[in-house]
């Protein structure tokens, strides 16, 4: 029987694997702070339950290294808030109203939610809004943080970078990919004052989704 340690090693070993994409055991240890041979263990044992799977590559001159990564029974560990009703009712409109009103009234989903949001955030600091932002996807499903962006040069604007390791929606995505499009209208309308740009998508087989925030003020 686990105990409640090895339960959580797990745990952590999954969200590092959903946030990176693919890592090594070596890598997993030295995020963690724990040995190699007890990564290994843990790795074998998601490895047992399907959870995870890897792939032996060739880095350097010395042995092939395997790169783990989650399954897609790994994946739905986490959070989905929307299943199969969701997509069988967008099926079902789509086949009633059209396709067209449907996207209509995805976008008008988006945008209350625009609204909710920006109500929650209030006038501060885009940093407390980021931060406050995060939260509230956080508690959605979406695994989701904020860093600051160094200037490349070409911008005195601060610019910041949300990224979404875990997609609340991605049943829907996947078949309705124009949401993802509202998703970044909604962004844009909840940080009126800054610009925003999608970075990363996972629908183009990225492991993550990103938006690149810039400021349209020095902060």
Known sequence: MMTTEQVSTKNDILQHLLKRGRATAQDLAELMDISAQAIRRHLKDLEAESLIQYQSVQMGMGRPQHLYAL????????????????????????????????????????????????????????????????????????????????????????????????????????SFPSVCGHELEMFAMVLQDCTVERTYWMIDGEHRCGYLISSQAEE
């Open 71 to 174: 399954t897609p029974k790994g994946k739905e560990r986490f959070p989905h808030r929307y299943d199969d009703f969701a997509l069988s009712l967008l099926d079902t409109l789509i086949e009633t109203v059209g396709e067209d009103r449907v996207s209509s009234i995805l976008q008008k989903q988006w945008q209350r939610k625009a609204i909710e949001y920006r109500d929650r955030l209030g006038n501060g600091p885009i940093q407390d809004r980021l931060t406050a932002l995060v939260q509230l996807r956080q508690a959605e499903g979406y695994m989701a943080e904020w860093r600051p962006v160094e200037s490349n040069g070409n911008s005195d604007r601060p610019q910041f970078l949300i990224v979404e390791h875990n997609c609340a929606i991605s049943n829907v995505a996947e």
